[in-house]
């Protein structure tokens, strides 16, 4: 089993979860005339939850498998194995009709927004055009107030005459986004919202975030950026790959007595856990700086860690975990590690 995502962490998280995915499996395979045939498990076995008005955060390195999650939970690629449930309904199993549907209801946002612009609309007829095919009750009238609303909200109101030739990066990713908020979707996927971004835009971005969570929208908030996920959302998962090894309330992350040893380095190289956070043990790890490991190199088997990790040698049983997949064990409410660590008094792991 893979860490549990399926265990409320914070108020908002009472209800039914929106979207429910278990086993998620997913390779990809690449053919070169130097390497041959090379198989890639984006996602080892992912099991997720995500419940209404709540911000999960999905963090870890390049190449983790961030987006193909995302992707996955809105069946915009397919999977080899496992299941999504949204809303109760089987996503994989949903006739093309109903798929389209419910895509009004599930959205990817942030990314490659320049690419579904029309070039010779403005910015009003495209949030018009978004309007007029998810809201066909809404009457001219009713139409004009909800654009002149939407453009207020994502700061576009002086920019609604305009072309996507003369709006900046930042302009065409909060058309993207006043698009997406006029159908209403129940789920937002936001991959890397403020990655590439100047500093002012940034800025506007993380305020527009903030601002969406405040309205108790549902969010799977994509990012390696721990200072921004620690300021937004409510629970964390983070990936290796293609696993996710760690699930933690955000207000623990850098926080809590045990953390998973990746997403202590992760931290530290985010400089989030200082010396007074750092828990003693991987205090005594410091100063050595270590590579990201070839996806190649882990072991399905075992802990994806294994060959990186320290903690394992000083406790003698990293023979464990190189043939055997560590479950989920939950060491504080909400707060779930795959780890062998985990299992052990925190004692004899300091
Ligand atoms: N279309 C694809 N073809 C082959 N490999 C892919 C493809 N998409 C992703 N991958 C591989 O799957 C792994 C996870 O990728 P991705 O989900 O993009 O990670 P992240 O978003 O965390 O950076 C990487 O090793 C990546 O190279
Ligand atoms: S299961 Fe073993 S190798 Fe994996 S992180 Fe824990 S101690 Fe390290
Ligand atoms: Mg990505």
Known sequence: ??????EPASAATVAAPILSARGLVKRFRTRSLVRGVRETRALDGVDIDVFPGEVVALIGESGSGK?????????LTTIDAGSVTLLGQDLFAMPRGELRRARRDFQMVF????????????????????LRLHRPDLDATGRQARIDELLGRVGLTARSGQRPASLSGGERRRVGLARILATKPRLIVADEPTSGLDAAIKLSTIQLLKE??????????????LGLVRRIADRVLVML???IIEQVPARLLGETEFHHPYTHRLMRAADLDDDRRAPPRERRDEGRAREPLPIESSVHGGCVYAADCQLAPRLG???RCAVERPASVEVGRGHWVACFGAELPPEDVR
């Open 317 to 319: 049983i990293l023979p």
């Open 212 to 225: 969406l969570k405040e309205e108790a929208m549902t969010y799977l908030l994509i990012s390696h950026d």
């Open 241 to 243: 790959h293609g696993r």
């Open 1 to 6: 089993m893979n860490a549990r995502a399926d």
């Open 67 to 75: 987006t193909t999650l995302g992707k996955v939970l809105l069946r």
């Open 111 to 130: 990314q490659n927004q320049t690419a579904n612009l029309h070039p010779k609309m403005s910015v009003q007829q495209m949030v018009d055009e978004s």
